[in-house]
């Protein structure tokens, strides 16, 4: 059944390659759209659930290049953004290949 919902709203979970990172905090609504979306394009994620760790944290905005909100996201290893750029990523038709794109080809 799921197999026919996957071909039925063209998701492609087979074809997901990417390696994908996400900061967040457990309650944090835009953490949860975010994840969301992953999850619905058979995005299998790392998530780093930062909730009061201040080290994580610090290390979070060095890698978001100062960037201390979450959800922080990044594909390959390259910052994408939050909650708002990875939807409009997907808006744009442009999170499929990115996720399609595994870490090695980049």
């Known amino acids: 059944m799921l197999e026919f919902l996957n071909r039925f709203f063209g998701r492609h979970p087979e074809q ?3 390696h994908v990172e996400i900061y967040t905090w ?3 609504p835009y953490c ?3 994840k969301v979306l ?3 394009k058979g995005v299998k ?3 780093y659930k930062i909730d009061g760790d201040g080290a994580a944290r610090v290390k979070m905005g060095e890698r978001a ?3 201390r909100t ?3 996201i990044f594909i390959n290893n390259e910052h994408v953004g939050g909650c708002d750029d990875l ?3 997907d808006r744009q038709g442009q999170l499929d290949s990115l996720l399609m794109q595994s870490a090695l080809e980049i």
């Open 38 to 40: 992953l999850q619905w």
């Open 26 to 28: 457990q309650t944090c």
């Open 32 to 34: 949860i759209r975010a």
């Open 65 to 67: 290049n100062g960037r």
């Open 70 to 72: 979450v959800p922080q």
């Open 45 to 47: 994620f790392t998530e």
């Open 87 to 89: 939807y409009a990523l």
């Open 16 to 18: 997901v390659k990417a």
